[in-house]
């Protein structure tokens, strides 16, 4: 299929490249010019404009945009809506708040255009393991895309598949692959909203763990229960054969493996907006989310004064999506 991957940031330029290896043709366009180029490089079309893009796509148009949430998003499907055709199909892959697609998915519905909303995960590490994509959107539309999320995907893999899947009405057997249409525009967003907001309860549990095994040697406590624990050791037979083991905890031990001090981390943690809204959606649904309130409040705290388990989190969000701490 062709279609176009407007924003060539982290994430987005990854997706035009595993989207190139998986014989789709990519327009690729940027306000970065350099960007552009090395795309066009590996063999995606270069667009000067998001009216050159339009240009260079053959109907149905698909238009997936990769921009940070907020204006820069905002203002660019707006454009695209203006030049868009009847059929033609936006798709937003950032992490925009789930109540903008509805908003959104209005303006193009009235031009008989349709729009998709794509939680996306992967981080810097997608262009290899591939993406894990919740879609929001109407089920034909969807079912159109599908070649694109499929090539984007990671994929069955080595993950052992779960028992009784399939079994029960209305399981999505493209989960599997990494992928599944949770429900109308909006409904991919919120998914990965939750997503998030779990992954800041996660981290947190993992940072304060290491900040309690790090502060086992200090001088206030009696010198018979001070243990000199290596960290990086620590870390790496959690991850093989533990009940904890993950990917964050694989982060953690990469990090810990360079320096066990962390040193290049301040622990100045910074979010990106979806911890909060995960927790304004559980008040709206009485929610009781101790855990994932404390990891955002924590997160706050950490701007003001800095603690080993804020150099974790730091270190986390550097290797899963290398996410640079805000300036001092």
């Known amino acids: 299929m062709r279609l176009a991957v407007i924003g060539l940031g982290r994430m987005g330029a990854n997706i035009a490249r595993r989207l190139l290896r998986g014989g789709h043709n990519v327009v690729a366009f940027d306000r970065n010019a350099p960007l552009i180029e090395a795309i066009a490089g590996e063999g995606a079309m270069a667009a000067s404009s998001l009216e050159d893009v339009a240009a260079k796509l053959a109907s149905p148009r698909i238009f997936w945009v ?3 949430a907020g204006l820069p998003t905002e203002n660019t499907i707006q454009t ?6 009847p059929g033609d199909i936006i798709i937003d892959g950032g992490n925009s708040f789930y109540k903008d697609d509805i908003r959104r998915a209005r303006a193009p519905s009235e031009k008989n255009l349709c729009y998709v909303d794509v939680g996306t995960s992967g981080g810097v590490w997608g262009l290899e393991r591939g993406y894990c994509m919740m879609i929001g959107g109407d089920k034909a539309t969807v079912a159109l895309l599908d070649p694109i ?4 995907a990671p994929g069955l893999g080595a993950i052992p598949r779960t028992p009784d899947r399939m ?3 209305g399981e999505d057997p493209r989960a599997e ?3 599944i249409h949770a429900g109308p525009a909006g409904a991919g967003h919120f998914v990965k909203m939750v997503h998030n907001g779990i992954e800041y309860g996660l981290m947190q549990a ?5 900040d309690i095994l790090k502060g086992r040697n200090s001088a206030k406590l009696p010198a018979e229960e001070r243990f000199d624990l290596n960290l990086t050791d620590i870390a790496e037979v959690w991850r093989r054969g533990s ?3 993950s990917w964050l905890l694989d982060l953690t031990a990469a990090a810990l493996a360079k320096d066990q001090m962390l040193s290049q981390f301040s622990g100045r943690v910074s979010d990106s907006g979806e911890g909060q809204w995960t927790i304004d959606a559980a008040m709206e649904e009485a929610v009781p989310v101790n855990v994932l309130s404390a990891a955002l409040f924590a997160r706050y705290r950490s701007r003001v004064e800095h603690t080993f388990a804020d150099q974790v989190l730091s270190a986390m969000r550097f290797g899963f999506g290398g996410h640079v701490e805000m300036p001092q």
């Open 66 to 68: 990769m921009l940070p």
């Open 80 to 85: 695209l809506t203006g030049l868009a055709e």
């Open 149 to 152: 999320f499929s090539a984007l």
């Open 167 to 169: 079994e029960q009405e």
């Open 177 to 179: 692959q990494g992928y």
């Open 206 to 210: 993992y940072a304060e763990g290491f």
């Open 243 to 245: 009940v904890i083991s």
